[in-house]
């Protein structure tokens, strides 16, 4: 079993910053590629970046020089640095994570959710 906590949200104002953590824990054997998404109200979930196991990052256009993807690959971890937030950026934000573990194929995991919401 594979379990997926977020932690880090809240209430910022405009230009604000916040960084979010997410920790896998359980029958681990590997991660391969680790991603954050987000979902704005009456919005389609949608991806903000990802973080290979090598450490190549990507990062969709509205976010990028604003957020920076790392992860800690002793702890199992993923964060996300978000600075200079506008409240276009209010959504809950999700961390998937791809792992595989023992005994089974892997695949992608997601993280329960935490809520950023960014006053004007």
């Known amino acids: 079993q594979v379990q997926l906590v977020e932690s880090g949200g809240g209430l910022v104002q405009a230009g604000g910053s916040l960084r979010l953590s997410c920790v896998a824990s359980?029958?681990?054997?590997?991660?391969?590629?680790m991603g954050w998404y987000r979902q704005a109200p009456g919005k389609q979930r949608e991806l903000v970046a990802t973080?290979?196991?090598?450490?190549?990052?990507k990062y969709v256009d509205p976010v990028k020089g604003r957020f920076t993807i790392s992860r800690d690959n002793a702890k199992n971890m993923v964060f996300l640095e978000m600075n200079s937030l506008k409240p276009e950026d209010t959504a809950v934000y999700y961390c998937?994570?791809?792992?595989?573990?023992?005994?089974?194929?892997?695949?992608?995991?997601w993280g329960q959710g935490t809520q950023v919401t960014v006053s004007s």
């Open positions: 998937n994570l791809h792992i595989m573990t023992w005994g089974s194929r892997s695949r992608d995991y």
């Open positions: 359980g029958s681990i054997a590997s991660i391969s590629e």
């Open positions: 973080i290979s196991s090598g450490g190549s990052t």
